[in-house]
C-alpha cells in the first residue's frame, strides 16, 4: 500500500481562483446585499474570512450554487440534513498555531518557537444538501440606507479627500486620496467601492498598517498591493452592503501569471486585504462608541 499523499492546500485553492480570472471573473467581485452576500457558516453563521472568501465565491459561480451558506457534513446532520449523494464538498482553510520547545545552544535556555500549518475542512453548500430547514430570513436594508452608512465610515477615518479630480487615486507621499465627485460616476455604488478601494490604499500608510507603497506603476510591487486593494475593498463592501466593483482588470493577467508561480500569492494578498478592512470597519465602531456617548451624555443633562 502506497502512502497517502498530503494535499497541497494552497496549490488547491490557488488553482480555483485562476481559474476564476482565466474564465474574466474576479471571484472578489459581486453583489453583497440580501442572501447573496459574503459566504458565511451556515452553522455559526460566521462569515468567512480571507482566502476563503474567494475559493468559496468561485466554486459557487462555477457550480451554480444560488446560496450562501456552506455546512460541514456534521452541521448539515445536526440539523436534520444530509449531504445529496455523488456531491462533493469544497475546501475551507484555517491556520492553527504549533509550539516547538527548543534550547538555545548558546545559553542553554529553552526558547519557544511558534510556526503555521495551514488546515482545511471540508464545507457544502446548502444547495449540495437535503432536508434541510428553511434559511433564515436576512433583512436587505434598503441601497439608500446602506450607502448612508458608507458615507459614515468614509467621514469617519478621518482621511484627507478631495473631490472633482477626473481619476481615483491616493497619493502616499502626501497621504491624501483624490476621487471624482458623486456626480461623475454611473452609479452610486461604483462611487462608494471606488472610495473605500482607494481607503484600502491609504490603511498602507506607515503610520497606518505599513506595508509597501513604494511601488511604481507597471512593477510587480504595485501590482500586488493594487490586488490587495482590490480585495480589501470588495471585504470591505461586503460588510457595508455595497456592490463592488473591479477597479483594475488590467492587472489580470499579471495576477493571473504570479498566482501560477506562487501558491502564496493569494493568501498573502487575503491577509492583508482582511487586516486592511478590519482596520477600516474599526471606525464604524468608533462611530457607534461616540454616539453612544454622545446619548449618555444628553441624558445626563436632559
Not at 482565466?22 to 471571484?27: H, L, N, T
Not at 503555521?116 to 430547514?133: A, E, S, Y
Not at 472610495?195 to 507597471?218: A, I, M, N, P, Y
Not at 493571473?256 to 506562487?262: E, G, V
Amino acid at each position: 500500500m502506497t502512502k497517502k499523499q498530503k494535499r497541497n492546500l494552497k496549490k488547491e485553492i490557488t488553482a480555483n481562483i485562476i481559474k476564476a480570472l482565466e474564465k474574466g471573473v474576479a471571484p472578489w467581485v459581486k453583489g453583497w446585499s440580501g442572501g447573496d452576500g459574503f459566504p458565511i457558516n451556515g452553522g455559526s453563521k460566521r462569515r468567512y474570512r480571507g482566502v476563503n472568501v474567494l475559493n468559496l465565491i468561485a466554486t459557487a459561480r462555477f457550480s451554480g450554487y444560488s446560496s450562501n451558506e456552506w455546512f460541514t457534513y456534521k452541521q448539515a446532520n445536526d440539523l436534520g440534513g444530509s449531504v445529496r449523494v455523488g456531491q462533493r464538498g469544497s475546501t475551507v482553510v484555517f491556520t492553527k498555531w504549533n509550539e516547538v520547545i527548543t534550547e538555545d545552544p548558546e545559553t542553554g535556555e529553552e526558547v519557544v518557537k511558534t510556526y503555521p500549518i495551514l488546515l482545511g475542512h471540508t464545507v457544502f453548500n446548502r444547495d449540495q444538501l437535503d432536508d434541510m430547514p428553511e434559511p433564515e430570513a436576512v433583512e436587505d436594508l434598503p441601497e439608500k440606507e446602506r450607502h448612508a452608512r458608507a458615507d459614515r465610515l468614509i467621514k469617519a477615518t478621518g482621511a484627507k479627500i478631495t473631490y472633482g479630480d477626473a481619476s481615483a487615486y491616493y497619493r502616499p507621499s502626501t497621504d491624501e486620496i483624490a476621487m471624482p465627485r458623486i456626480e461623475q460616476f454611473d452609479h452610486e455604488s461604483e462611487y462608494y467601492s471606488t472610495h473605500l478601494h482607494e481607503l484600502v490604499h491609504w490603511s498602507g500608510s506607515q503610520k497606518r498598517l505599513d506595508r509597501d507603497l513604494s511601488g511604481t506603476f507597471g512593477t510587480e510591487s504595485y501590482a500586488f498591493e493594487e490586488l490587495v486593494a482590490e480585495l480589501g475593498a470588495a471585504f470591505t463592501c461586503g460588510e457595508l452592503g455595497v456592490d463592488g466593483k473591479l477597479q483594475h482588470a488590467e492587472y489580470i493577467g499579471s495576477w493571473i501569471k504570479k498566482l501560477k508561480n506562487d501558491n502564496t500569492y493569494i493568501f498573502k494578498a487575503s491577509a492583508l486585504a482582511e487586516k486592511a478592512a478590519t482596520f477600516l470597519m474599526d471606525f464604524e465602531e468608533s462611530i457607534d462608541e461616540s454616539e453612544e456617548l454622545a446619548a449618555q451624555w444628553e441624558a445626563l443633562v436632559a
